[in-house]
């Protein structure tokens, strides 16, 4: 496709190239443009509908966006804006330089520029930050034919009309009524008669994660915001939840990997920041692991008269980091999903003290009989080996099921608990336990 589309913009086949892009979705052209010489892109985006080029502008990335900008016309920018919807135009206003973002408030109509202004106060990890104020609003005096006009006139710049909300004259939420039940009522039939009273709905300063789940739960198009007064003052759309899990299950992986984590595509990000993101988290984990070599030097008497035993810690170390892995990444997904609570640490430790006893056991025996039949070494051998086996791997999922627990219960990011740091904690109290073992069944 993206051959095609170059060719024809050699070629000067405009015509034919307009029609082509008419019939593609935003999406796909926008990541075609990801595949397109810079020098080809303005040309390419002026030959769009109007409607179409301001979809598409949408979807394409920041830097794109900005070297769009840049080479826009007056005209061209506010007939960009002008199309755009407001959650949209601040999406875009939050990823440009200020002297674009000046560029742009500059060019839109003084409603948008307010509803902009009004969102971008707003926390930016809350509801009110990823909220659109374009959305169609009805009174319970109405009738259906009243409400089917006021959609026709407004619906077309809103968000969705698929779900109306209905207020007072204070803007106090009282309901919602979805267009099928507008359709299959009749015409005169009242609103407040067919309206959903005590809608779910969120909070202005709610966490924007929490909001999306909350979608997700409910099985909703959309959900109202509303106001510490409950005055309706936005709607959350399913689009814009799906972005909000999608940055938060990309920033929770990264912090996981012990990355911090980055608002760019990883072929966006240069050399020299992705190691910025790196390095703090991999100097921290190497100071930590510095109490993983004491503990070896403490013990270095016991490793010189038996120094088979050294053979053994890399397998005890990343068996007792992969069970703590497990354990956290199990946990930490129940905590995002709001499967589980603080409150479930009983259940969970209870459960995790299960499934370690089996693990335990099963990799115990495997390890005593790889010790005695492929390292040739003595049952004593395989025995200190096999119950330091057992013990790591119940100390590492106990420890991994609990500290993602804690750090929710203190405030701190889950995932932060998560590979990393479990790991470097695991692989000392192993050592501790391997050593403490083998000295009281060798007598070393």
């Given at each position: 496709m993206t051959d095609k589309?170059?060719?024809?913009?050699?070629?000067?086949?405009?015509?034919?190239?307009?029609?082509?892009?008419?019939?593609?979705?935003?999406?796909?052209?926008?990541?075609?443009?990801?595949?397109?010489?810079?020098?080809?892109?303005?040309?390419?985006?002026?030959?769009?509908?109007?409607?179409?080029?301001?979809?598409?502008?949408?979807?394409?990335?920041?830097?794109?966006?900005?070297?769009?900008?840049?080479?826009?016309?007056?005209?061209?920018?506010?007939?960009?804006?002008?199309?755009?919807?407001l959650d949209d135009a601040v999406d875009i206003i939050e990823e440009m330089p200020a002297n674009v973002v000046k560029r742009i408030i500059r060019h839109t109509e003084p409603e948008m520029r307010a509803g902009i202004n009004e969102i971008l106060n707003y926390p930016k990890d809350s509801a009110g930050s990823v909220m659109t104020i374009e959305?169609?609003?009805?009174?319970?005096?109405?009738?259906?034919?009243?409400?089917?006009?006021?959609?026709?006139?407004?619906?077309?710049?809103?968000?969705?009309?698929?779900?109306?909300?209905?207020?007072?004259?204070?803007?106090?939420?009282?309901?919602?009524?979805?267009?099928?039940?507008?359709?299959?009522?009749?015409?005169?039939?009242?609103?407040?008669?067919?309206?959903?009273?005590?809608?779910?709905?969120?909070?202005?300063?709610?966490?924007?994660?929490?909001?999306?789940?909350?979608?997700?739960?409910?099985?909703?198009?959309?959900?109202?915001?509303?106001?510490?007064?409950?005055?309706l003052v936005g709607i959350v759309t399913v689009d814009d939840a799906i972005d909000v899990?999608?940055?938060?299950?990309?920033?929770?992986?990264?912090?996981?990997?012990?990355?911090?984590?980055?608002?760019?595509?990883?072929?966006?990000?240069?050399?020299?920041?992705?190691?910025?993101?790196?390095?703090?988290?991999?100097?921290?984990?190497?100071?930590?692991?510095t109490f993983t070599g004491k503990i070896i030097t403490h013990y270095e008497d016991a490793l010189g008269e038996l120094l088979i035993l050294t053979a053994f810690i890399p397998m005890i170390m990343g068996t007792g980091g992969n069970s703590g892995s497990q354990s956290s990444v199990t946990v930490i997904r129940g905590l995002s999903l709001e499967e589980i609570e603080f409150k479930d640490i009983f259940k969970i430790l209870w459960k995790e003290f299960g499934v370690a006893i089996l693990c335990g056991l099963v990799l115990a025996v495997a390890t005593f009989i790889k010790v005695i039949t492929l390292d040739g070494e003595s049952a004593m051998i395989g025995l200190v080996v096999g119950l330091t086996m057992f013990f790591t791997i119940l100390l590492a999922k106990l420890v991994g099921c609990v500290l993602p627990l804690l750090a929710k219960?203190?405030?701190?990011?889950?995932?932060?608990?998560?590979?990393?740091?479990?790991?470097?904690?695991?692989?000392?109290?192993?050592?501790?336990?391997?050593?403490?073992?083998?000295?009281r069944i060798l007598n070393i």
């Open positions: 589309i170059l060719e024809l913009l050699e070629e000067k086949h405009y015509s034919e190239l307009k029609e082509i892009l008419s019939e593609t979705e935003p999406a796909d052209i926008a990541y075609m443009y990801e595949e397109l010489p810079e020098k080809n892109m303005p040309l390419l985006y002026r030959l769009l509908p109007k409607e179409l080029a301001a979809e598409v502008f949408v979807e394409l990335d920041a830097d794109t966006q900005e070297m769009l900008i840049r080479g826009f016309s007056d005209a061209e920018l506010k007939e960009v804006l002008d199309e755009l919807y959305l169609v609003d009805l009174k319970e005096s109405m009738t259906v034919q009243d409400a089917f006009t006021r959609i026709r006139r407004t619906g077309l710049d809103k968000e969705t009309i698929y779900t109306c909300y209905v207020t007072d004259k204070n803007r106090i939420l009282l309901g919602t009524v979805s267009a099928k039940d507008l359709l299959l009522a009749d015409e005169e039939c009242v609103i407040a008669d067919i309206m959903a009273t005590n809608p779910i709905h969120v909070h202005t300063h709610d966490d924007k994660e929490e909001v999306a789940l909350e979608l997700s739960k409910y099985d909703l198009l959309a959900i109202p915001v509303v106001d510490n007064e409950d005055r899990l999608q940055e938060e299950a990309t920033e929770d992986i990264e912090k996981m990997a012990g990355i911090t984590p980055s608002e760019k595509p990883y072929l966006k990000t240069g050399i020299i920041d992705t190691c910025r993101q790196r390095i703090p988290w991999l100097l921290l984990l190497m100071i930590s692991s219960k203190v405030g701190f990011d889950p995932a932060v608990m998560a590979s990393p740091f479990i790991t470097t904690i695991v692989d000392a109290l192993s050592l501790v336990v391997y050593f403490d073992i083998a000295s």
